[in-house]
């Protein structure tokens, strides 16, 4: 649903912003859900750029990557 409460939804706020296509956003979203299951988290501020395209999908992944293995050294 691309309403909830009166408010448009975040991913599709940037998908009117950003001037995306439905079924590229609907591929965006798999993607971001792809990296947050292979890594175990949700990390919100890349995924934010990577619907803004400003970093590409081997970026988003490098991302999590890093983020991921800081966690794992503490």
């Known amino acids: 649903m691309m309403f909830e409460h009166g408010k448009i939804t975040h991913e599709y706020g940037l998908s ?3 001037n995306i296509p439905y079924h ?3 591929q965006m979203e798999q993607s971001v859900a792809n990296v ?3 890594f175990k988290k949700k990390l ?3 995924d934010t ?3 803004l395209n400003i970093i590409s999908y081997g970026e988003l ?3 999590y990557k890093s983020q991921h293995l800081i966690v794992d050294t503490r």
């Open 49 to 51: 750029m990577y619907y």
């Open 16 to 18: 009117y912003a950003r």
């Open 36 to 38: 947050q299951k292979l």
């Open 24 to 26: 590229t956003l609907k």
């Open 44 to 46: 919100d501020i890349f």
């Open 61 to 63: 992944q490098k991302s």
